[in-house]
Structures are given as C-alpha cells and as structure tokens.
C-alpha cells in the first residue's frame, strides 16, 4: 500500500488548509454569533452561504464526489461529474475539512448531501438526476435520509417497519422517522426514505428507497431531536418525522422495489469512512488544544505539562490518532483498488475506532482546560457531544463489531465433513 499524496491530493490540500486559515477559522466565531441571533424557523447562518461562494470561486467544490462510472450512458457523460478524486485522495481533505465541524457544507462535501448524492448517481434514473441531483451538487438545496425509526431497534434495518404501498401510478408512505439529519434545514426540499414496500419477501427484499420531496402533504415535522443539548441549529437539526398517507409518484422509486438494502449498503460505506476521515481532524484539533492550555498554565510550580501524567495521556492521544489515521488511509485504498465488499472489515473497524479515540483525546482536552472544558468558549463540550454521538450514527459500534467479529471467526471454521 502506497499513502504517498497524488500531486493533485497535494495541491488540493494546500489549497484547502488556505481557505480553512483565510476565511473558516476566522469566521468561526461569527457563525456562533449568527447561529445563537437566529429567528425561529431554523435560518441557517448567513456566513455559510457566503462561504460556499468562495469555495465554489476557489474550484474546492464537492471534492467528495467518486469518478464517475455511468459513460455508458452518454447522455449522462460529465453531467454529474466532481473531480473523481479517489478515497485515498479525498482522506486528507476531509479530514482538514473535518477539523471545524460546520465546515463540509462550505465546500458541498457534508453529511447526508454526500451520501443522497452517491445514491442519485448510483442509482438514480435521468430524470431523477436531474430534478434532485444537479441542484444538490450546485449546493442550491439540501436532503436528507430517512432509515431510523422510533419504534424499533433500527440497527437491524428489517425491522424497519414505514409501509410503502403501490397504488396505481403512485407510491403511499406512511410511518414515523427519527434522526433524520437536517430536516429542518431551510433548503431540505429531499428526503430519501426506506420502507417496506413487500413484507411477504425474502427478510433482504422487502424494503425498498424513495425520494420524497419534504413539501409533499402528509409530512409533519414533529420536533428536533438534540444532541446533549446541542440542536445542531445551523446544520438543520435533527428531526421526527411523520409520513401520514404521503403520495409521490411510482417514478421516485429508487431503482426498483427490493432494493433498498443494497443501496443502503452503498450509500453507508462511503459514509462512515468519510465520519471517520472528518473524526479524526477533530481528534487533532482537540490534541493542539490540550497542548497548548498544558503549556500555559502552571500547577504545583512548573507546566501542567511537564507532569508525567499530561505526557503519558498526549503521547497516548498522539499514538491513536496516527493508527486512525492509517486504518482510515488502508480502508479507503482497500475501496478503491479491491471495492467497498472487500473493505468490510476495513470500513466497519475505522467506524468505530475513530469515534472512540476522537471521544478519548476529546475528554482529555476537556480534564485540561478545567471548568472552561465543559462549557462553550472552547468547543470541546460541543465536540464531545459530536463525537459520541457517531458511536452511533451509520450503525452503532456493536454492528460494526459483530461484522468484524463474523469475518474472523469465518477464517477458523473447521471444514465441516
């Protein structure tokens, strides 16, 4: 394996840690300010929208975006395409992007647009193309995905229980969502939802995907879901949702009825690695945070950080982060040159490692600042709060685990006689 930079990987960071330092970290504080000012309703921070300019102007724009596979289809050729940068490639742009957890969105490369957009391009028809995926990528509106529900344990998705039903030339939708990701967002005008459309197949064809535009009659949004307190008001929430007999056509069915679990499976192993490259920047903004308030106090009369304790917990927190870091780089080249089946393993291990060292060297930052820790003039309660929350987001650590655990307990069963 081969983690050397790609000249345009190298180019493309420089320029995105540029744009980070002139116009993100700067602005940091002003989209607080405008995120605590805002009038009911969920407006999104005035800053983002300007910054999404800039990116846009700079060509830092949906560098998420996987080469695009679909020429066969020459009418479709270069329409949707992004840089077609690989998962190795991106890994160390998501991860500068990742270090200001706003920042994604100003380069169109946030979490659930990324994965809505995957699917479009994966599985989307023309038309659905270009009714909902050329304005996601143009960063004019925003979507979201909804598995989650309420009612059952949705980390096994057949329990997944939203009923979709054929009626003539239209699809009726009715169930109850939760954590649906920026829902409330002012420019959500998609959701993508999974539901049974056969409960009578096979227990991994009975659900299928369907796009469903947020303004369609039936949908209540019922109340934002926080996140320890935390409402995510400028990311658009988080949001429980009611489908009440909702009507869309058959049209918007997403590749066909059945399908729902493989493109589940497309969508979330892209997703949870690109957490997890975004994890990690927070782990080392946390790391620099800590070192530098262990430098600048002083504790039974010398540095706190010359107390052997702060040394063994940095030199800890500098040790995780680098072997993050390396399982992130070997999944996404394992995604790229062998295929996201192959790095099942991969993906489901940095899923959960990279959560869990973030919440580590997070909780680390926040014993050294003290009292400021817990509180907002740091961010790291924020980011705690953030971090923990993807030990369950994509699947909880116990589903990545049983994965893992099943791939290496099948590399010892005894040939049976």
């Known amino acids: 394996m081969n983690f050397d930079l790609s000249p345009r990987t190298q180019d493309l960071l420089v320029r995105v840690r540029d744009f980070m330092q002139r116009y993100v970290w700067p602005n940091v504080r002003v989209y607080e300010e405008q995120e605590r000012a805002a009038a009911p309703g969920w407006p999104a921070p005035a800053i983002i929208e300007e910054l999404k300019t800039k990116a846009r102007e700079a060509g830092l724009w949906n560098l998420f975006m996987p080469p695009w596979h679909g020429a066969e ?3 479709e050729t270069f329409v949707f395409e992004g840089p077609g940068l690989s998962n190795t490639e991106y890994a160390p742009l998501a991860e500068e992007m990742g270090k200001v957890v ?15 957009m995957e699917v479009l391009q994966r599985y989307g028809t023309r038309a659905q193309k270009d009714r909902w995926l050329l304005p996601l990528m143009n960063g004019t509106i925003r979507s979201a995905y909804a598995m989650t529900e309420p009612a059952v344990a949705s980390s096994d998705a057949t329990n997944i229980q939203t009923d979709i039903r054929r009626d003539g030339d239209e699809y009726v939708i009715s169930g109850r969502k939760w954590w649906c990701s920026g829902a409330y967002h002012p420019h959500c005008e998609l959701l993508i939802v999974m539901g049974k459309t056969d409960p009578a197949a096979d227990r991994w064809r009975q659900q299928s995907m ?22 995510h008001r400028g990311h658009g ?17 997403l590749k066909g009825e059945g399908c729902g679990f493989e493109i589940a499976q497309g969508r979330l192993g892209p997703g949870r690695i690109h957490h997890a490259m975004r994890t990690i920047g927070q782990a080392e903004v946390a790391l620099e945070a800590m070192c530098r308030r262990l430098q600048s106090r002083i504790a039974f009369g010398k540095p706190i950080a010359q107390h052997s304790l702060w040394e063994e917990r ?30 099942q393993a991969e993906i489901a291990m940095i899923k959960v490692a990279a959560p869990l060292v973030a919440v580590k060297v997070i909780d680390y930052a926040i014993q050294a600042h003290g009292g400021g820790g817990v509180g907002p003039d740091f961010g790291l309660a924020e980011a705690y709060a953030n971090a923990r929350m993807l030990r369950l987001a994509d699947g909880p650590d116990e589903v990545h685990n049983r994965t893992v655990a099943r791939i290496e307990l099948k590399k010892y069963q005894e040939p049976r006689s």
Do not use: Q
């Open 73 to 75: 289809h020459v009418d």
């Open 102 to 116: 706003w920042a994604p969105e100003v380069f169109n490369c946030s979490a659930p647009d990324t994965g809505n």
């Open 210 to 231: 369907i796009l469903v535009p947020r303004a369609t009659p039936g949908i209540t949004l019922v109340r934002p879901l926080s996140v320890f307190g935390y409402d």
């Open 237 to 253: 929430g988080h949001a429980e949702l009611v489908f009440d007999n909702v009507r869309v056509p058959a049209s918007n069915l």
């Open 314 to 343: 940095i030199a800890e927190a500098r040790r995780e982060i680098e072997m993050s870091r390396l399982l992130v780089l070997k999944a996404a080249y394992m995604m790229d040159t062998v295929g996201n089946k192959a790095a």
